[in-house]
T-cell receptor
């Protein structure tokens, strides 16, 4: 079951530069997308979300872009900081399913190089 | 900031034994969830719970699993007869309503011997 895919298992970015994390989905019924950040020995921490009626949502250093025709979303972090080093998960849900379960990607490990 | 709390942080159990994982969701939340993550794999949905009943469950959530909200604050996951393959991190989550972000606890690491 690969409904949500994060094709890059890892990414290294210089401090101060932009980090771009990508996510693809296959199920066109998904209409709500989220990014979570996870440190070792902790649970996923919610970062930012976007509804399918929008194509961009911004919160401070974090911006999520949604391209529905390509079934693709991305998370931009700018400027990247050492504390951003973590595993980032993309997740999706579909209100039209009549449920609210999240389907997660496999995660991308982001390392910020000082 | 309100948070989801889970206990214990690590549970070691003999195969075939019953285990109960406990969660205290955020106090004004109405939707509750359990997920699990086997080492090296994705976070997987197990079950969602609303209005004192299961609203959806995955195929992983078989007859060995049950959930309960015994009082106004706790939300528990019980595995009746544990198997080796139940070894995983179990995460509890809660949300205020549908299509609001789910907030996760730090998980319980379940190790089955």
């Amino acid at each position: 079951d690969q409904q949500v895919k994060q094709n890059s298992p890892s990414l290294s970015v210089q401090e101060g530069r932009i980090s771009i994390l990508n996510c693809d989905y296959t199920n066109s019924m998904f209409d709500y997308f989220l990014w979570y950040k996870k440190y070792p020995a902790e649970g996923p921490t919610f970062l930012i979300s976007i509804s399918s009626i929008k194509d961009k949502n911004e919160d401070g250093r974090f911006t999520v872009f949604l391209n529905k025709s390509a079934k693709h979303l991305s998370l931009h972090i700018v400027p990247s900081q050492p504390g951003d080093s973590a595993v980032y998960f993309c997740a999706a849900s579909g209100r039209d399913f009549g449920n609210e379960k999240l389907t997660f990607g496999t995660g991308t490990r982001l390392t910020i190089i000082p | 900031e309100p948070e989801v709390t889970q206990t214990p942080s690590h549970q070691v159990t003999q195969m075939g034994q019953e285990v109960i994982l406990r969660c205290v969701p955020i106090s004004n939340h109405l939707y509750f969830y359990w997920y699990r993550q086997i080492l090296g794999q994705k976070v997987e949905f197990l079950v969602s719970f609303y209005n004192n009943e299961i609203s959806e469950k995955s195929e992983i959530f078989d007859d060995q699993f049950s959930v309960e909200r015994p009082d106004g604050s706790n939300f528990t996951l019980k595995i009746r007869s544990t198997k080796l393959e139940d070894s995983a991190m179990y995460f509890c989550a809660s949300s205020g309503r549908i299509n609001q972000p789910q907030h996760f606890g730090d998980g319980t690491r379940l190790s089955i011997l």
